[in-house]
């Protein structure tokens, strides 16, 4: 079995930074692909950003410039630096990752969550 804890969300004002992280832990073989979703009230659930095992990465048009996504693959870890917060990025985050084990078999996990709001 495999956990997925986040951890950093909160309270920010508008133009304010947030750093999100996403730990690993359990029968972990190999972590493949991570990313980071969100969900706001009323709203489906959306890809943020998605990073690879070998770093590249990919980010919605609505965060490209202002949010950075990173790992740690020797601590199974990622983070999700989010700088110059606005209003609309108030949401859950959710961690979301590909587990591939030794038998070659893949399952996909996602954390608990963690809150997001922006506001003045």
């Known amino acids: 079995q495999v956990q997925l804890v986040e951890s950093g969300g909160g309270l920010v004002q508008p133009g304010g930074s947030l750093r999100l992280s996403c730990a690993a832990s359990?029968?972990?073989?190999?972590?493949?692909?991570m990313g980071w979703f969100r969900q706001a009230p009323g709203k489906e659930r959306e890809l943020v950003a998605s990073i690879t095992t070998g770093g590249g990465t990919n980010y919605a048009d609505s965060v490209k410039g202002r949010f950075t996504i990173s790992r740690d693959n020797a601590k199974n870890t990622m983070y999700l630096q989010m700088n110059n917060l606005k209003p609309e990025d108030t949401a859950v985050y959710y961690c979301?990752?590909?587990?591939?084990?030794?038998?070659?078999?893949?399952?996909?996990?996602w954390g608990q969550g963690t809150q997001v709001t922006i506001s003045s």
């Open positions: 979301h990752t590909k587990i591939v084990y030794s038998d070659a078999t893949a399952y996909y996990y």
């Open positions: 359990g029968n972990i073989f190999s972590i493949d692909v």
